[in-house]
């Protein structure tokens, strides 16, 4: 349980890493979501977000589903996944373009998860996720939040680099999203923000693109936990497009997120 003071002197440092964000003057901006007492944020209509089929490995520990594990077992159960990944992954056992995986990082309750695409060469060289330039500007946007990179969760898809950085490729993203399913309902955060298109297009199966997702509240689930969805630019993007439109609308999505984290606070 966060302090009123730690509550407090985080809304001021939230202030101060907005200015430095976004590069200008903070306004704030009209959200499209759900307030925090009518319950969780309803999914968009038409092809946006189908539903995923429940993964046929999904871990289970002693005293029963991983969807309601408490707080002390879940280090564990993720260790437990991530060696079992490693000696697994269809996908990771059979490439060798990469130095080691990247199995994902933070706290294993976090209440906020962050998801991305896949390591880059930084983080292929670390073993952890978002380290390079898209990861320092996702520092800045998590400060700016409120938040330190340990309160949360960052993982990707793919936990090996693709060869020179490119997208992950469908049938990699089907042999290896299924541990990434299994993190989910281990860490089961309270919100899931997708960071970019492939992230977004698994965690919604659709194959609607990022722009006319974004900012939109969407749901995951994997017929056992469903679980809110903020889709958003991924800071390698926004790193390329840095105007003042595009830091406004990741701005604006993580406003949402917070809306639901931390409604006192906004």
């Not at 437990?80 to 309750?109: K, M, N």
């Not at 998860?113 to 060289?125: I, K, N, S, T």
């Amino acid at each position: 349980m966060v302090s009123e003071h730690e509550q407090l002197r985080r809304c001021a440092r939230q202030h101060l890493e907005t200015s430095r964000l976004l590069g200008l003057d903070f306004a704030p901006v009209a959200v499209a979501g759900p307030e925090p007492a009518a319950g969780a944020p309803k999914a968009p209509q038409g092809d946006a977000v189908q539903t995923l089929a429940p993964s046929s490995t999904l871990f289970s520990g002693a005293g029963g589903s991983v969807a309601d594990l408490p707080a002390a077992q879940k280090p564990p159960a993720l260790d437990a996944l991530r060696a079992r990944h490693d000696t697994e992954c269809p996908h990771c056992t059979s490439v060798t373009g990469h130095t080691q995986t990247v199995f994902g990082e933070g706290d294993p309750d976090a209440a906020l998860m962050f998801v991305g695409e896949a390591p880059g060469e930084e983080e292929d060289r670390t073993g952890r996720p978002f380290v390079g330039r898209a990861g320092r500007k996702l520092d800045d946007i998590i400060k700016a939040m409120g938040f330190e990179r340990g309160d949360v969760y960052i993982a990707n898809i793919l936990k090996s680099r693709p060869p020179d950085n490119r997208t992950p490729l469908p049938s990699e993203v089907e042999g290896c999203s299924p541990f990434l399913a299994e993190q989910i309902r281990i860490i089961r955060p309270a919100v899931l923000v997708s960071l970019g298109s492939p992230a977004t297009k698994w965690m919604l199966r659709t194959t609607t693109g990022i722009s006319r997702l974004r900012g939109v509240w969407a749901t995951y689930t994997d017929g056992v936990i469903s679980i809110p969805v903020m889709p958003t630019f991924h800071p390698a993007y926004l790193l390329r497009s840095y105007t003042e439109d595009t830091r406004r609308k990741v701005w604006s999505d993580m406003q949402a997120v917070m809306r639901i984290l931390r409604p006192a606070a906004q």
